[in-house]
């Protein structure tokens, strides 16, 4: 049976100004990093897909190594974009260039000749003509940041990316590369930066240069790669992200931290909230972050991060005890 989308998709909702640019972005993004690659379920996979458009979510983030393997989410997702071709214009498919792909001198980093050649790759895996968001994925210290710039220029001209994107950048870094995109015509229009209760860098910096330059803000792992929900309060569970994922590691989740998470769990129920929709809410806080990706693998995950819109205001005493846990 072909897709056909909710008709009331887009009451509940939330829609941001991504910067000082004309776009606007859901609250919520979904993305495709871990759970969308070949070894996924590819059922799953769709109906995530769906429920996630079906609840007003506009924008699918991937990258070119996203999967596992390297390059199967694209597939993946483009094979579901196909089944829901008629919404194409109704969403905002980003892709990234920037972490090892292929052998040899040109698979990596922030060379013209790879981010351009990435991108290709990226739109044939998918079968579409252009991304909305095309991003550099991180810095890269030996290439000139006049030419990996120049590059993400060159595939907005070109018609394969409508809008331009960094990611993992510092401040200084970031404020020349926005500085170098606007002199080349081409503004960046979002910076996707880590960020979570457990992980404030932004906050140092970032966000002061991206609110003074007009740049929106998407920021991954806000559920700092599922610490900030119940998943673990009774041990590791088979197949988490704790048993495979080089980010998060069976030592990083000690008791400490487990502890300080348990704290918010009791905050977040007495706010009417799960942990995860009260870690979501919280990096929304600030108006210069436009949105938040969540890296869920099913429908009800879906819902359970959408339902944290239903609760974002932060009265004082909240934002206090939080920041005393957190501290403690």
């Known amino acids: 049976m072909a897709y056909q989308a909710a008709e009331n998709r887009?009451?509940?909702?939330?829609?941001?100004?991504?910067?000082?640019?004309?776009?606007?972005?859901?609250?919520?993004?979904?993305g495709l990093w871990h759970n969308f690659g070949s070894k996924d379920s590819a059922a799953a996979s769709t109906a995530t897909v769906h429920r996630a458009f079906d609840l007003g979510i506009t924008h699918f983030d991937l990258a070119n190594n996203y999967g596992p393997p390297p390059g199967s989410a694209e597939e993946r997702f483009g094979k579901i974009l196909r089944g829901m071709g008629r919404y194409r214009d109704e969403m905002i498919v980003s892709t990234k260039a920037g972490y090892y792909m292929w052998k040899g001198p040109y698979g990596?980093?922030?060379?013209?000749?790879?981010?351009?050649?990435?991108?290709?790759?990226?739109?044939?895996?998918?079968?579409?003509?252009?991304?909305?968001?095309?991003?550099?994925?991180?810095?890269?210290?030996?290439?000139?940041?006049?030419?990996t710039m120049g590059a993400l220029a060159t595939a907005v001209r070109q018609g394969k990316a409508l809008y331009a994107g960094i990611s993992n950048y510092k401040p200084e870094e970031a404020g020349r590369a926005i500085r170098i995109l606007r002199d080349l015509g081409t503004p960046c229009v979002i910076h996707q930066p880590s960020y979570s209760m457990y992980n404030r860098w932004i906050e140092d910096g970032l966000l002061d240069v991206l609110g003074n330059e007009g740049v929106g803000c998407i920021v991954f792992s806000p559920l700092a790669q599922g610490m900030l929900t119940d998943r673990y309060f009774k041990g590791?569970?088979?197949?988490?992200?704790?048993?495979?994922?080089?980010?998060?590691?069976?030592?990083?989740?000690?008791?400490?931290?487990?502890?300080?998470?348990?704290?918010?769990?009791?905050?977040?129920?007495?706010?009417?909230?799960?942990?995860?929709?009260?870690?979501?809410?919280?990096?929304?806080?600030?108006?210069?972050?436009?949105?938040?990706?969540?890296?869920?693998?099913?429908?009800?995950?879906?819902?359970?991060?959408?339902?944290?819109?239903?609760r974002a205001d932060f009265p004082a005493e909240d934002l206090a005890r939080i920041e005393a846990i957190l501290k403690g």
Request: hydrophobic share 35%.
């Open 236 to 310: 590791i569970p088979a197949g988490s992200r704790a048993t495979k994922s080089q980010f998060l590691t069976k030592d990083k989740v000690d008791e400490a931290r487990l502890d300080k998470s348990r704290k918010l769990n009791e905050l977040a129920l007495a706010r009417g909230q799960t942990l995860a929709q009260l870690a979501l809410a919280w990096v929304l806080r600030d108006s210069r972050v436009t949105t938040a990706l969540i890296g869920a693998s099913s429908p009800r995950q879906v819902e359970e991060n959408v339902g944290a819109l239903k």
């Open 10 to 30: 887009y009451q509940e909702m939330k829609y941001n100004r991504c910067g000082k640019s004309g776009l606007r972005l859901s609250a919520l993004s979904l």
């Open 108 to 147: 990596d980093l922030g060379s013209r000749k790879y981010l351009l050649s990435s991108l290709d790759q990226s739109l044939s895996r998918m079968k579409i003509p252009y991304v909305d968001i095309f991003y550099h994925h991180r810095p890269d210290p030996d290439t000139p940041l006049e030419e």
